[in-house]
């Protein structure tokens, strides 16, 4: 692809841009236990990657997931909890 100055380019968007890479405080694992489905969870994401259809179902898309724990904080029943990232063996 040739860019010459001055050129603009097509807008990215979100779903083409996956940004689960710079997870920074490890990934939410829901434990899947005492939820409530308050939703609280899904609200609170500010990148809107979790997902779920109620009590004990949800989950975080962790292609987009950058694992500011903000899930975790505000589960009233701790039902989240953030995991470490496991290095991968190349």
Same mark, same amino acid.
């Given at each position: 692809m040739k860019i010459t100055? %001055?050129? =603009? &380019? #097509? !807008?990215? %968007?979100? #779903? =083409?841009? +996956? &940004? %689960?890479?710079? #997870? &920074?405080? %490890? +990934? !939410?694992?829901?434990?899947q236990k005492n939820c409530i489905g308050c939703d609280l969870c899904t609200l609170s994401c500010p990148e809107g990657c979790i997902f779920g259809t109620g009590q004990k179902t949800y989950y975080a898309n962790e292609d987009f997931c950058k694992g500011c724990g903000i899930c975790a904080n505000v589960c009233p029943v701790h039902d989240i909890e953030m995991k470490p990232e496991e290095a991968e063996d190349d």
């Open positions: 100055l %001055g050129t =603009v &380019t #097509r !807008p990215g %968007g979100s #779903r =083409v841009n +996956k &940004t %689960g890479a710079w #997870r &920074t405080a %490890g +990934k !939410p694992h829901f434990l």
